[in-house]
């Protein structure tokens, strides 16, 4: 029984989580978070809200409002857009992306899968090694204190 489970609900609950858009979390978006939640876009560098942000607190999906990262793991990478070294356990899919000629992983939100940046490896910003390259568009920032 226990593989007949592996073999039928497991592989049914992995085609659950990439179902694709639930619009109903994108409806109150402005034209300029879809551009970039829904339509994977990226924003200007420098031009995000929390590119030179480092309060404490937590970082929500701006559609689904599910915690996506720490501030503890938020750092200045200097390159234009917010960085994490880590993320919320699970809360989080990444997605080979060939785009524009580029061997990129795409991020998104586990949840909403609202496009959130991408995420690089091995260019030794911190100890983790791992630099989550997020739009601010696709993020609200939540105080400890809340
Ligand atoms: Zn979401």
Redesign the pocket.
């Known amino acids: 029984m226990k593989n007949l489970f592996l073999l039928f609900v497991l592989p049914l609950s992995i085609l659950g989580q990439n179902k694709g858009f639930n619009m109903d979390?994108f409806n109150k978006l402005n034209e300029q978070e879809r551009s970039i939640i829904v339509d994977k876009g990226t924003e200007a560098p420098f031009s995000g809200e929390y590119n030179n942000f480092f309060e404490k607190g937590y970082y929500i999906?701006r559609?689904?409002e599910?915690p996506l990262f720490k501030s503890s793991s938020k750092f200045n990478s200097n390159c234009g857009w917010p960085s994490f070294d880590d993320e919320i356990e699970n809360a989080i899919i990444k997605t080979p992306d060939n785009s524009y000629n580029m061997q990129r992983i795409e991020i998104c939100?586990a949840?909403?899968n609202?496009h959130l940046g991408h995420v690089f490896y091995g260019e030794k910003y911190t100890d983790k090694n791992t630099r989550h390259c997020v739009n601010s568009l696709s993020l609200r920032f939540i105080p400890d204190n809340e």
């Open positions: 979390y999906c559609a689904c599910t939100c949840n909403c609202g």
